[in-house]
């Protein structure tokens, strides 16, 4: 799956609205990967900034991970979402 969720962020914008909706899904092993997902989109997952930030909130510490590679990578629009996720 963690493959899969590469490759998704190598298409580049066109992933956009899979990730987004993934970022949604009740399953935290698909939010998981859909975060993988955005890290490999880099800048161009800013517009999942705010539901990356949600998962450094969780509990789960790999999705917290996972959700704060990914707001790293998108750089500097995802500051805020960065620090209140660690909040």
Partial sequence: A???AVALGKLGK???PAVEKALASKN????FHAAVAARELGAQAAGLAEALGKLLAEGDEELAQAG???LV???PPAIPH???GLA
Wanted: aromatic share 0%.
């Fill in 2 to 4: 963690r493959v899969s």
């Fill in 28 to 31: 935290p092993d698909v939010r």
């Fill in 68 to 70: 704060a590679a990914a």
């Fill in 73 to 75: 990578a998108i750089g």
């Fill in 14 to 16: 066109a992933a956009l």
């Fill in 82 to 84: 960065l620090l209140d």
